[in-house]
DNA sequence: CGTGCCAGAGTTTTT
DNA sequence: CTCTGGCACG
């Protein structure tokens, strides 16, 4: 029981708590993952329940990712449980029950960037003005449905009969008959869905509710509606239910994240047990009080009030920047200042509001020759390089994927234009068959231009051969192949521009994600791949052994933590946001994103703001933030607010230019180029020795110029692609 | 079919 | 400002 007496006698006493309804109010760095660890390892280890019959959901692969190393150390050894995000937890019920609902259990998962296509094709097809209709407004309110379990046909009942719904029936009715057709499900769709097997067939209910005996929430404040049914479904059973969250935390509101779920737990669970985590372990005594002069103005929060025996520490230092370039100007400046040897870049964070700040930062960092990281903005996996490439493996592990083959039937360009795309569609349509299917028959290449069917045909060809090789190579062999042999590589070194380069950099990155997983499980299978990355966030990307400054919006900060934090910005406006100004609850929501902003500063805190400020090329002068009046002046460092530093700011900059350097943009650019490995040339023979990444040793069997026959150590005979499988020869001492 | 130019829009986004 | 998408032209 060792494990137990880190925690304090608040945390014990939810940790012990076992049987029954469970609340915690966790606040902000109270050691709600530790309690929650701790809970899980007793209930193991002292009550005797088997890991199997525990269900742990989080929001975050990172958060389960976490939680499931803590865990791992506490009981020992590897983890067979579920501790998973809502998405993964529920695409696993559906991998095994979809077929209840006519999908196949290989569906697809489709990722935004899916949705937006599909829903783009549907806008056209229905011939709806594009520019009052946008694909983005249709998926916003079809999303909003699906996470209240509205069907096309409830949402025409609950909206009356005007021309407005009817377009969004009929949009929302045609997207879902697509996602059908293609036997895809998009993100909501998984929790949806799930929540749907368990209405359908209560056999499978029943079968989850009895295998999960004890069932943990995280982050519970930010449940939405679905959710919410998932997990009430899934307890009611044993009605052993701990959810952990902290209702000054919810910040996902504006996505259908549902604060009455936390706020009227008690009400849904009888006998429930309330425990508040209220001893802050993270901040010191000055950063907490400041951040709880600002959240105490909310009303109907659940009344808390954390505290720390740490010492009060550094004062919040507040500073008003003549506009944005001066405030980044500070804040780069404070880095290094406060960046001593035994500091380290990754120490220190900037929260924004919005993306667009970050520019302005990334500037003056690089002036000062200080490493940063942008997290967030355009999601690493939107980019376009990048979402070709899994296009590509998305064909290669299921050829039928058109939607994946549309967009990359002219990447890199093969002399397919959206025409010739057309008349194909409408072959494969009238022919009942996939269009990749169509792009095999080579009646139908040939009667297109020179170019487009040399183009198309080798590309079919790639991808015939690696969807049949799949099982035996690698998922970093296939990437590499795919890469070289469509051509896709070659047409961006070609193009010789900084711009091709950073593509290229980015596409060598994301081949250092694979071999992450790779080395973490040395089988792992293209599906296995396409299904972590479909549901893979950025910020779990965050590395966070890189020494840089890390640059994210306050948003996608939640649940870390830093010694300094900066919080520029702050102005009516900008945040609070204008949009929120209207609405109480709005307005309440942003306090609370500065709440989780203040909070997130073990040691020193900096709010900054301009006094004249250029967005979107417009200037305009600020007005402080709300916020800043919200606070307690006494823990603020130096002038009050209102005050210019006039002096400080004239001396300091005088300091701080001198050690600038001009702007480069693509000093960032850590580009390495890494050969792409190229397939060995020396063909094999009967009796070689050979090697291979994923069988091991083997001997070479039967060989002719397509097909290699090897017979593995482990027993295993395969048959292998000549040039194509990962075959190297076996040279005695050496793997 | 590919490129280049202009108009229009531009919170936050765990999966 | 800066990215995106649509359209016209070569």
Not at 465 to 484: A, F, H, T
Not at 649 to 665: C, I, L
Request: with cysteine; proline share 3%; glycine share 6%.
């Amino acid at each position: 029981m060792d494990y137990l007496d880190n925690l304090n006698p608040r945390q014990r006493e939810a940790a012990l708590h076992t049987e029954g309804p469970l609340l915690i109010l966790a606040g902000a760095g109270s050691g709600k993952t530790s309690t929650m660890t701790c809970r899980i390892a007793y209930l193991i280890r002292e009550k005797g329940v088997s890991p199997y019959n525990i269900l742990a959901v989080t929001f975050t692969n990172k958060a389960a990712g976490e939680m499931r190393d803590r865990v791992a150390a506490l009981i020992g050894g590897g983890v067979n449980m579920w501790i998973l995000t809502f998405h993964s937890a529920c695409l696993r019920v559906l991998r095994k029950h979809a077929e209840l609902l006519g999908y196949s259990r290989d569906f697809a998962v489709y990722d935004p960037a899916d949705q937006k296509a599909a829903m783009k094709s549907i806008v056209k097809e229905l011939n709806l003005d594009d520019k009052r209709y946008t694909p983005a407004y249709f998926l916003s309110i079809i999303s909003d449905c699906k996470e209240k379990n509205m069907s096309p046909e409830e949402y025409r009942a609950a909206h009356g009969e005007d021309l407005k719904t009817k377009i969004i029936y009929n949009a929302y009715a045609a997207y879902e008959a697509l996602l059908k057709k293609n036997n895809a499900m998009d993100f909501d769709d998984l929790l949806l869905n799930a929540v749907k097997v368990f209405q359908k067939d209560e056999a499978a209910l029943l079968e989850y509710q009895n295998r999960f005996r004890y069932i943990m929430v995280d982050e519970y404040q930010d449940t939405n509606f679905i959710q919410y049914t998932f997990v009430k479904m899934l307890a009611q059973r044993h009605n052993n239910i701990c959810v952990v969250g902290d209702d000054d935390q919810c910040i996902y509101q504006w996505r259908g994240a549902d604060i009455r779920n936390i706020l009227e737990f008690e009400k849904d669970f009888k006998n429930t047990k309330v425990v508040k985590l209220e001893q802050n372990y993270r901040s010191t005594a000055n950063i907490l009080a400041a951040a709880h002069s600002v959240i105490e103005k909310n009303k109907g929060r659940k009344e808390k009030k954390l505290w720390t025996s740490k010492e009060a520490g550094n004062k919040i230092v507040y500073y008003r920047a003549e506009d944005e370039r001066d405030e980044a100007r500070y804040v780069a400046q404070e880095i290094d200042r406060l960046k001593t040897r035994e500091r380290r870049y990754s120490e220190f964070a900037i929260l924004y509001r919005t993306n667009a700040q970050s520019r302005t930062f990334e500037e003056a960092l690089s002036r000062r020759d200080i490493p940063y990281r942008v997290l967030g903005g355009l999601r690493y996996y939107d980019r376009k390089e990048v979402k070709d490439i899994i296009s590509y493996m998305r064909l290669v592990q299921n050829p039928a994927d058109d939607l994946a083959l549309t967009r990359i039937i002219n990447e890199p360009k093969r002399g397919v234009g959206a025409k010739t795309i057309e008349k194909l569609q409408a072959l494969a349509r009238v022919r009942g068959e996939s269009l990749f299917q169509t792009l095999t028959d080579e009646e139908v290449t040939g009667s297109l231009s020179a170019k487009a069917s040399a183009g198309i045909e080798q590309m079919v060809r790639v991808i015939q051969e690696y969807n049949q090789e799949q099982e035996n190579l690698r998922v970093s062999d296939i990437y590499d192949g795919v890469l070289v042999r469509t051509g896709y590589l070659k047409a961006l070194e070609d193009q010789n521009t900084l711009e091709a380069e950073g593509r290229i950099e980015n596409l060598m990155e994301f081949k250092s994600v694979i071999y992450d997983y790779e080395k973490d499980d040395p089988q792992l299978s293209l599906p296995d791949f396409m299904e972590r990355i479909a549901l893979m966030a950025e910020v779990d990307n965050h590395d966070e052994n890189e020494n840089a400054v890390v640059l994210m919006t306050m948003h996608s900060a939640k649940g870390l933590e830093f010694p300094f934090v900066f919080l520029p910005g702050m102005e009516d406006g900008l945040f609070p946001g204008w949009r929120t100004f209207d609405r109480e609850d709005g307005l309440e929501e942003e306090r609370r994103l500065c709440y989780v902003g203040m909070t997130r500063a073990k040691e020193r805190l900096c709010l900054t703001s301009a006094q004249m400020r250029t967005l979107y090329g417009k200037t305009d002068f600020t007005r402080e933030s709300q916020f800043l009046r919200d606070l307690d002046k006494h823990l603020i460092d130096g002038d009050a607010i209102y005050e210019k530093k006039k002096d400080a700011r004239a001396a300091s900059s005088m300091d701080g230019y001198s050690r600038e350097k001009p702007f480069d943009p693509f000093q960032q650019l850590k580009y390495v180029k890494q050969q792409v490995k190229k397939t060995a040339a020396e063909p094999f023979k009967e009796g070689d020795q050979v090697v291979h990444p994923k069988f091991g040793r083997g001997t070479v069997v039967r060989a002719d110029d397509k097909i290699i026959h090897v017979a593995f150590l482990d027993g295993s005979l395969k048959k292998l692609a000549a040039g194509l499988a990962p075959l190297s020869r076996y040279i005695k001492g050496k793997e």
